[in-house]
C-alpha cells in the first residue's frame, strides 16, 4: 500500500490518496491492473479493508479522501465539487506509470454520489462502475423526500461528519454522548438551530439546505447528477427494500434501463448501512468488474437477469428480467369501521370522512423505516404509534391466502385540512396472526398553498408516490394503512404556518379530514404478482 499519494486538482488544491496493489512473488507490486477508484469522505484508513480485498482479487485500488477530509486541501462543501475534482482525478490516473488502461468505481451512499458525478463526463477508461444505496440526486432522494425535510437521517449525518476526524477516545466520547445531543436537535425550534443543539457549533452546508428547501429550487441544479445516467457505463446498483435512497435509486436504474444502458440491480432485506448488504455489494461488484475490466477489453458479459431481489415473507431471491415485476394492480379501499378492502366503495358511504388532529407541539413519532438512525431504521412494531389519536388505521380481514406484493405501489386519499401547510404520512404494515403491527413501506408529501388544487368543498385529491416493496402476505394475516400527518423525527414537522421552514417557531394545530366513499374512492394501488 502506498499511503498518502497527492493527487493535484486544476484549481491548486491537493487531495490524498491511498494505493493498494497485487505483490509479485518477488515482492514487488504488480502495477498496470485495472484500477478500482474509490472517493470518500469517511478516510481512507477507514476503508482500506475494502481496498485490500480488491487488491487480492487482483486489482489496484485507488482510495482517496474527498476535499477538506482527512488530509486532503480545500473546504468540505457536500456535493458541490465532485464533478470537477473527480474528473481531475481520473486524468491523475490516466498519467500515472503504473495506470492500466481501465477504470472501474466503487462504493455505497456519499461513494456512489461521486460516481454519478464522474460520469457526467465520461472517459472511455471508465469502463464500469457500482454505485451501492444511492442516487444521482441526492435533494429529492434524502434531503427532501416528498419535499419533507429528512430530519433524523441529516442530524444523524451532520453529527457524524461533524465529529469522524477526531482522536479514537473522543470519537468514543461522542459516540457516547450521540444519541442524546441528537434527540436535542430534533426537539429544537427554529430548526436553524438544530445544528448547534446536536453539535455544539453552526454547520453551514446543513443551514444552506434549510435555506434552499422549496421544490425546484436552482441551487439544487449544479448537484443533479442526473444527465450521466444517458452516458454510463455499465452500471452495477445495489439497493434495499428499508434503504432511504430506493425510490430515487430505482429511478435511475429504470432511465439506464429504458435508455438501453447495461446494468443491473439487486434489492435486499437491508437497511442503509447493513453490514449484509455491503458484503452482498462487494460480491456482485467483482464478478461485474471481471466482466468488464480485463486487459484485453471487456469480455463477453455473462447472462444474467437484469433484476435480483428479495421476497420478504417468503425469505427467498428471485431473478427477472426488468423493473417492475410482473404484477396487476389493485386498488384496496378504505371503508367505515376502520377497514381495508379491495371492493369498491357503495353509494351509502358518500360524504363519509375519518378525521384526526396533528399538534406539531406533540407531533406524531416516526418508528422504523428509511433512516440512518441505525436503531430506528427498517422494520419496527408500530402498535404504539397506531394506539395514537392522531393516525388513522384501515386494516384489511384476515387473509384466505398469501398474497405477494411486489413492485411501485402509492397511496390515493381524498385529503382536508384546516390549514394549507400540513403534511401527508401513509404507512404500509403487516400484521401478524398475533396482532403484532410491523411496517413494510412509507410515503410522505408536504403541502403548500397552490400545488394541488381543492374541489369546491376543498378536498383535495393527493398521490403520494410510496417506497417500493416486495413481500408475502402469509394466510391469516392481514394488511393495515396508516395515515397520518407526521412521523417526527423520521421527517421534520409541519408547524402548519407559512413561516419559513429554517425560522419557523409558531405551531399550528391541524385539523384533518380523510375522505372515502363512492365519489372519494381514497386507498391504497397494491402491484398483487405471481411471482
Excluded at 162 to 168: I, K, M, V
Excluded at 185 to 213: I, M, N, Y
Aim: glycine share 8%; charged share 25%; hydrophobic share 35%.
Amino acid at each position: 500500500m502506498d499511503q498518502d499519494l497527492r493527487v493535484p486538482m486544476s484549481d491548486g488544491v491537493v487531495l490524498l490518496a491511498d494505493r493498494w496493489a497485487p505483490a509479485t512473488e518477488g515482492g514487488a507490486v504488480d502495477g498496470h491492473l485495472p484500477i478500482v477508484l474509490l472517493r470518500s469522505p469517511y478516510g481512507r484508513r477507514q476503508i482500506g479493508p475494502v481496498g485490500r480485498i480488491f487488491a487480492e482479487r487482483g486489482y489496484q485500488a485507488v482510495i482517496q479522501s474527498c476535499r477538506g477530509t482527512f488530509g486532503s486541501g480545500g473546504d468540505w462543501e457536500p456535493f458541490r465539487n465532485e464533478r470537477a475534482d473527480g474528473r481531475d482525478t481520473l486524468s491523475w490516473l490516466s498519467g500515472q506509470p503504473w495506470f492500466g488502461g481501465s477504470v472501474a468505481t466503487f462504493g455505497p451512499s456519499y461513494l456512489g454520489l461521486v460516481q454519478w458525478a464522474i460520469c457526467c463526463d465520461p472517459r472511455p477508461f471508465v469502463r464500469a462502475i457500482a454505485p451501492g444505496v444511492t442516487a444521482t440526486y441526492f435533494r429529492d432522494a434524502v434531503v427532501y423526500p416528498g419535499d419533507a425535510l429528512a430530519l433524523e437521517t441529516m442530524l444523524n449525518w451532520v453529527y457524524q461528519v461533524e465529529h469522524q476526524e477526531l482522536s479514537p477516545l473522543q470519537i468514543l466520547w461522542t459516540m457516547l454522548r450521540r444519541r442524546r445531543r441528537i434527540r436535542h436537535g430534533f426537539a429544537k425550534l427554529p430548526l436553524s438551530e438544530a445544528d448547534r443543539a446536536a453539535v455544539g457549533r453552526r454547520v453551514e452546508f446543513f443551514q444552506d439546505w434549510l435555506a434552499h428547501d422549496a421544490p425546484g429550487d436552482p441551487w439544487w441544479a449544479e448537484i443533479d447528477f442526473s444527465p450521466s445516467l444517458k452516458v454510463a457505463p455499465p452500471a452495477n446498483f445495489q439497493a434495499g427494500w428499508y434503504d432511504l435512497f430506493l425510490p430515487s435509486q430505482l429511478d435511475d436504474f429504470l432511465a439506464m434501463q429504458d435508455g438501453g444502458r447495461e446494468s443491473r440491480i439487486t434489492i435486499g432485506p437491508w437497511t442503509h448501512t447493513s453490514p449484509r448488504g455491503l458484503a452482498a455489494s462487494l460480491r456482485d461488484s467483482l464478478e461485474w468488474f471481471d466482466e468488464h475490466m480485463s486487459a484485453d477489453g471487456p469480455s463477453k458479459p455473462k447472462q444474467h437477469n437484469r433484476v435480483r431481489m428479495y421476497i420478504m415473507g417468503d425469505r427467498r431471491w428471485v431473478d427477472l428480467p426488468d423493473w417492475p415485476p410482473p404484477a396487476s394492480v389493485k386498488r384496496w379501499h378504505l371503508h367505515p369501521g376502520r377497514r381495508l378492502d379491495p371492493t369498491e366503495p357503495s353509494a351509502q358511504d358518500e360524504q363519509a370522512a375519518d378525521r384526526f388532529r396533528f399538534d406539531p407541539g406533540d407531533p406524531t413519532p416516526g418508528r422504523g423505516g428509511p433512516s440512518l438512525e441505525v436503531g430506528n431504521a427498517g422494520r419496527k412494531d408500530q402498535r404504539r404509534r397506531e394506539a395514537r389519536a392522531d393516525v388513522v388505521s384501515y386494516s384489511s380481514s384476515p387473509l384466505k391466502q398469501p398474497m405477494t406484493i411486489a413492485g411501485p405501489l402509492s397511496t390515493d386519499l381524498y385529503f382536508r385540512s384546516s390549514l394549507q401547510h400540513t403534511d401527508l404520512v401513509v404507512r404500509l404494515c403487516v400484521v401478524s396472526t398475533r396482532g403484532r403491527s410491523t411496517n413494510v413501506s412509507d410515503g410522505v408529501l408536504r403541502l403548500r398553498p397552490g400545488d394541488h388544487e381543492p374541489d369546491a368543498d376543498g378536498v383535495l385529491h393527493l398521490k403520494i408516490t410510496m417506497w417500493p416493496t416486495a413481500i408475502t402476505i402469509r394466510r391469516n394475516e392481514r394488511i393495515r394503512l396508516q395515515v397520518s400527518s407526521g412521523a417526527h423525527p423520521l421527517y421534520a414537522r409541519n408547524t402548519g404556518g407559512d413561516e419559513q421552514l429554517a425560522s419557523a417557531t409558531t405551531l399550528h394545530v391541524a385539523d384533518q379530514e380523510v375522505f372515502r366513499g363512492r365519489d372519494h374512492p381514497s386507498g391504497i394501488d397494491l402491484p398483487i404478482s405471481s411471482i
